[in-house]
Nanobody, 122 residues
Framework: QVQLVESGGGLVQAGGSLRLSCTASGKIFSINAMRWYRQAPGKQRELVAGNPSGGSTNYADSVKGRFTISRDNAKNTVYLQMNSLKPEDTAVYYC????????????????WGQGTQVTVSS
C-alpha cells in the first residue's frame, strides 16, 4: 500500500513563508509526477504546482513568483516552498502522485495525501 504524507502546514502571518513536504512510501516502482493541490472553504480543489518526471514545472497564475515546487527523487519527496503568503492562500494543501507499484509497474495510479492546513492571517 502506498502512503502520501504531507507536513509543514500551519498558521503564518501575511508575507511569511512555509515549506510543505510530501513523502511517498510503499512498494513503489516509479513516480511519474508529483503535484500540489489546494482547496479553500467553499471552493473547488485547484492545481497549485506540478513537477512531472522529465517535464517542466507549472504553477497556478495566482502563485507564480511566490511558490516553488521541487523534488528529492531519492526520498520520494516533493516540496512546496511558499513565500510572500497572502490570506487568499489559506486552504488545505494536498499532495498528489502519479506512480507505478512494484506489483504492477505497467499500470499508472493516482494517490492523494490527507492534506495539511495552511492558514495565512492578516
Amino acid at each position: 500500500q502506498v502512503q502520501l504524507v504531507e507536513s509543514g502546514g500551519g498558521l503564518v502571518q501575511a508575507g511569511g513563508s512555509l515549506r510543505l513536504s510530501c513523502t511517498a512510501s510503499g512498494k513503489i516502482f516509479s513516480i511519474n509526477a508529483m503535484r500540489w493541490y489546494r482547496q479553500a472553504p467553499g471552493k473547488q480543489r485547484e492545481l497549485v504546482a506540478g513537477n512531472p518526471s522529465g517535464g517542466s514545472t507549472n504553477y497556478a497564475d495566482s502563485v507564480k513568483g511566490r511558490f516553488t515546487i521541487s523534488r528529492d527523487n531519492a526520498k520520494n519527496t516533493v516540496y512546496l516552498q511558499m513565500n510572500s503568503l497572502k490570506p487568499e492562500d489559506t486552504a488545505v494543501y494536498y499532495c498528489n502522485a502519479l506512480l507505478r507499484l512494484l506489483e504492477r509497474p505497467g499500470t499508472p495510479l493516482i494517490y492523494w495525501g490527507q492534506g495539511t492546513q495552511v492558514t495565512v492571517s492578516s
